[in-house]
Nanobody, 121 residues
Framework: QVQLVESGGGLVQAGGSLRLSCAASGRSFSNYAMGWFRQAPGKEREFVATISWSGGNTYYADSVKGRFTISRDNAKNTVYLQMNSLKPEDTAVYYC??????????????WGQGTQVTVSS
């Protein structure tokens, strides 16, 4: 079992940057693949990025590739999402997720509560 708590969301102008953090509880964090998903109003939750347990493999949605970077610090039980060149269409609630078994395909078993990111034009 793992609990996930996101932070770092907020309001930013288009072109700006934010860094989201996801702090995980539990002793097995370093064995889990981790991911970020987002859900905009009226839309389905969608994949943003995932990272393997070691950090050696990362995957990104085409819509964020080149702008967002996922990373992790296993010593701090934390995964990050650095978001640069933000666009209004990036506005969504961002969720952290964990998969104990695989980084690809990634099947979320645990979810955080989400953090709001709003990008103004």
């Amino acid at each position: 079992q793992v609990q996930l708590v996101e932070s770092g969301g907020g309001l930013v102008q288009a072109g700006g940057s934010l860094r989201l953090s996801c702090a995980a509880s539990g002793r097995s964090f370093s064995n889990y693949a981790m991911g970020w998903f987002r859900q905009a109003p009226g839309k389905e939750r969608e994949f943003v990025a995932t990272i393997s347990w070691s950090g050696g493999n990362t995957y990104y949605a085409d819509s964020v590739k080149g702008r967002f970077t996922i990373s992790r610090d296993n010593a701090k039980n934390t995964v990050y999402l650095q978001m640069n060149s933000l666009k209004p269409e990036d506005t969504a609630v961002y969720y952290c997720a964990a998969d104990p078994y695989s980084d690809y395909p990634f099947d979320p078993h645990y979810w955080g509560q989400g953090t709001q990111v709003t990008v103004s034009s």
